[in-house]
């Protein structure tokens, strides 16, 4: 695996840690995003993953901030992948916006660069075509706080060359993550096939109005033993990806209860600023939310 210069395209709550992570790990790493403003955005949320690091991995302060000096930033797509060899795409997950940016992508792309997408519940062989490198083209999925929770799931399409899916796998080890080979395309991969249908029973619950959100989370954390319930994990996936996936369903399925789960997302949080942990507030309200208070378990 050759792989040196990296970009990230996409600087939203997952594709600033994957930057960050993979600056940490000795990469040069080009953060790129539609706009200036975007950008500042992705710096902000950047450097609060400092003292994350330090207090969940012990790094140094010297660790951290050389790792941020590794980042370079752009709004210019053409020198953001100038010199990558490989481009890791964590953008919007809708269709169309995936399509126009692997064919801009495709065109200003040295002929070397791989592309891997993060998408969490789509198919690489969606946007292959629009690469105009399929061969070189495959997934490659983390899960939400990667310094932590470093799975990292390598998925190829039917024209994906395998000598790209080794080397993926290779650089997610790299990285410090643990590479988890998926040999044939699936939905959601393993992780997003288990833990999407309990998120969304969760919030059917909801939208029913059986219960609230505090005491499901209750409810899953006391029966498992589960450090989070599922409104403390849409908090920290981030409730813009939660609506998209929905809305996204209820275009394709047509059915009424999605229709209304995302139009409850959009006008009860999304509507009024509650985007999750990152914002401040979401299902709850941080730095010191109820699930995490000492007696929330208790009877």
Request: no cysteine; net charge negative; glycine share 8%.
């Amino acid at each position: 695996m050759n792989y040196q210069n990296i970009a990230v395209a996409g600087s939203g709550v997952l594709g600033s840690q994957i930057a960050y992570q993979t600056a940490f790990k000795g990469f040069n790493v080009s953060v790129y995003d539609i706009n200036d403003e975007a950008i500042e955005a992705a710096k902000d949320r950047i450097l609060k993953l400092k003292p994350r690091y330090q207090e969940d991995l012990g790094a140094s302060q010297e660790e951290v901030d050389a790792a941020y000096n590794r980042l370079s930033f752009y709004s210019d797509l053409e020198k953001a992948v100038a010199g990558a060899d490989l481009v890791i795409e964590a953008i919007s997950e809708r269709v169309d916006i995936k399509v126009d940016f692997y064919t801009k992508l495709g065109a200003v792309a040295p002929e070397k660069t791989v592309f891997v997408t993060n998408s969490s519940t789509l198919l690489p062989s969606q946007f292959a075509e629009a690469t105009g490198r399929p061969e070189k083209f495959l997934a490659l999925h983390f899960a939400n706080e990667i310094w932590k929770n470093n799975t990292a799931e390598v998925m190829k399409h039917s024209g994906t060359d395998p000598k790209y899916f080794d080397e993926v796998l290779d650089f997610a080890k790299a990285i410090g993550m643990v590479g988890l080979p998926i040999y044939k395309e699936q939905p959601g991969y393993i992780l997003n096939s288990l833990l999407v249908p309990f998120l969304d029973a969760a919030q059917l619950l909801l939208l029913k109005e059986v219960s609230d959100p505090e005491t499901i989370d209750k409810t899953w954390m006391i029966a498992t033993g589960a450090p989070l319930g599922p409104f403390a994990i849409l908090d920290v996936v981030g409730i813009n990806t939660a609506y998209n996936i929905t809305l996204a369903k209820a275009k394709a399925t047509g059915t009424e209860e999605y229709k209304k789960l995302a139009e409850l997302l959009k006008t009860e949080y999304i509507d009024k600023g509650k985007l999750g942990r990152e914002t401040g507030e979401g299902f709850y309200k941080y730095p010191n939310p109820s699930f995490a208070q000492p007696g929330f378990l208790k009877a």
